[in-house]
Protein backbone atom coordinates (compact mmCIF):
# COMPACT_ATOMS: atom_id res chain seq x y z
CA UNK A 1 0.00 0.00 0.00
CA UNK A 2 0.99 3.78 -0.73
CA UNK A 3 0.55 6.43 1.29
CA UNK A 4 -0.64 9.72 0.39
CA UNK A 5 0.93 11.67 3.56
CA UNK A 6 2.87 10.80 6.84
CA UNK A 7 2.55 12.62 10.31
CA UNK A 8 4.98 11.91 13.08
CA UNK A 9 4.37 13.15 16.36
CA UNK A 10 6.99 12.52 19.62
CA UNK A 11 5.21 12.78 23.16
CA UNK A 12 8.40 13.75 25.23
CA UNK A 13 6.73 13.46 28.56
CA UNK A 14 5.48 9.76 28.33
CA UNK A 15 8.42 9.03 25.35
CA UNK A 16 5.68 7.15 22.78
CA UNK A 17 6.08 8.02 19.34
CA UNK A 18 3.10 8.24 17.11
CA UNK A 19 3.37 7.73 13.12
CA UNK A 20 0.06 8.54 11.29
CA UNK A 21 -0.25 7.59 7.59
CA UNK A 22 -3.10 8.08 5.16
CA UNK A 23 -3.18 4.87 2.93
CA UNK A 24 -4.18 5.66 -0.78
CA UNK A 25 -7.38 3.70 0.11
CA UNK A 26 -8.16 6.79 2.02
CA UNK A 27 -7.84 4.80 5.14
CA UNK A 28 -5.86 6.24 8.34
CA UNK A 29 -3.05 3.90 9.69
CA UNK A 30 -1.39 4.58 13.17
CA UNK A 31 1.38 3.48 14.52
CA UNK A 32 2.89 4.07 17.91
CA UNK A 33 5.81 2.41 20.38
CA UNK A 34 7.48 3.30 23.44
CA UNK A 35 10.67 4.44 23.56
CA UNK A 36 13.11 3.27 26.58
CA UNK A 37 14.84 6.71 26.17
CA UNK A 38 14.22 9.79 24.35
CA UNK A 39 16.19 9.76 20.76
CA UNK A 40 16.23 12.83 18.36
CA UNK A 41 13.76 12.76 15.63
CA UNK A 42 15.36 13.46 12.18
CA UNK A 43 13.62 15.98 10.06
CA UNK A 44 13.11 16.26 6.15
CA UNK A 45 14.52 19.85 4.89
CA UNK A 46 12.09 18.68 1.99
CA UNK A 47 8.48 17.57 3.80
CA UNK A 48 7.45 17.09 6.82
CA UNK A 49 8.80 13.91 6.58
CA UNK A 50 10.37 12.88 10.70
CA UNK A 51 12.27 9.35 11.65
CA UNK A 52 14.10 8.49 14.61
CA UNK A 53 17.10 6.74 12.26
CA UNK A 54 18.81 8.83 10.32
CA UNK A 55 19.85 5.95 7.64
CA UNK A 56 15.93 6.05 6.40
CA UNK A 57 15.80 9.81 6.17
CA UNK A 58 19.49 9.28 4.12
CA UNK A 59 16.57 7.15 1.80
CA UNK A 60 14.03 9.38 1.84
CA UNK A 61 16.28 12.31 0.65
CA UNK A 62 17.18 10.74 -2.31
CA UNK A 63 13.44 11.04 -3.45
CA UNK A 64 13.40 14.24 -3.06
CA UNK A 65 16.97 14.68 -4.71
CA UNK A 66 16.81 11.61 -7.24
CA UNK A 67 20.76 11.08 -6.11
CA UNK A 68 21.90 7.59 -7.01
CA UNK A 69 25.51 6.92 -5.62
CA UNK A 70 25.56 3.20 -6.43
CA UNK A 71 26.29 2.27 -10.40
CA UNK A 72 26.78 -1.06 -11.68
CA UNK A 73 30.13 -1.26 -13.47
CA UNK A 74 28.73 -4.06 -15.76
CA UNK A 75 25.88 -2.56 -17.37
CA UNK A 76 25.67 1.31 -15.54
CA UNK A 77 22.49 0.78 -14.42
CA UNK A 78 22.25 3.44 -10.89
CA UNK A 79 20.49 2.68 -7.16
CA UNK A 80 19.63 5.29 -4.60
CA UNK A 81 19.90 2.29 -1.65
CA UNK A 82 23.15 0.09 -1.54
CA UNK A 83 20.63 -2.93 -0.89
CA UNK A 84 18.87 -2.96 -4.29
CA UNK A 85 22.15 -2.09 -6.14
CA UNK A 86 23.74 -5.44 -3.89
CA UNK A 87 20.61 -7.48 -5.35
CA UNK A 88 20.98 -6.28 -8.50
CA UNK A 89 24.42 -7.42 -9.05
CA UNK A 90 22.97 -11.28 -8.67
CA UNK A 91 21.31 -10.71 -12.28
CA UNK A 92 24.63 -10.57 -13.65
CA UNK A 93 26.17 -13.54 -11.90
CA UNK A 94 22.90 -15.80 -12.91
CA UNK A 95 23.43 -17.60 -16.26
Do not use: A, W
Request: net charge positive.
Amino acid sequence: MSSKFESTHFDIQSSIYFSFLELSSGQIGINSFYMKKPCKLHKCSYCHYTTLYLSHLRYHLSTHTGEKPFQCNLCGKRFSVKHNFNRHKLVHLKL
